[in-house]
């Protein structure tokens, strides 16, 4: 808590795809980099993993589908879940239909959620899986 300094930035600051306001997509997205949707999407829309990613969904724009990214920037309508690695700003015209994970959020006033808010557990996001090697008993050895 003290002295511990949270990175609360967006990490990707350049959108290098742009899904305008008169253009719907009935399919899946699957993207990396920075995508800015003031369009109308049917299906998911998922940042690659492993890959920083960020989703600007604008006040025109309408996704119906799961959304997964590591950092978003709502302020149009998601009705499906939304996963979020790192850093979600709801703005004031968000309308979110699903369930949030987060792992920091900013939430404007009068953005809108129907659905369950949860915290990704930091610690476990960044839990390292380490095997080691298990003792095995020496039989016949007395202390």
Excluded: W
């Excluded at 003031?38 to 799961?66: C, M, P």
């Excluded at 369950?116 to 020496?138: F, G, Y």
């Amino acid at each position: 808590m003290f002295g511990r300094k949270r990175n609360k930035a967006i990490e990707v600051t350049k959108l290098s795809s742009l899904i305008s306001d008169n253009l719907e997509i009935v399919g899946d997205v699957l993207f990396s980099g920075g995508l800015r949707v003031d369009g109308k999407i049917e299906g998911n829309v998922l940042g690659k993993v492993g890959e920083r990613s960020l989703l600007v969904l604008s006040n025109k724009g309408s996704i119906t589908g799961r959304v997964r990214a590591h950092d978003a920037v709502i302020n149009g309508l998601i009705a499906g879940d939304l996963e979020v690695e790192h850093f979600l700003e709801l703005q004031d015209n968000a309308r979110v239909s699903g369930n949030i994970t987060y792992r920091q959020l900013q939430m404007d006033c009068g953005a809108v959620v129907e659905g369950r808010l949860e915290k990704a557990d930091e610690a476990t996001a960044e839990k390292k899986v380490i095997d080691l090697p298990v003792a095995t008993p020496q039989v016949g050895r007395a202390d």
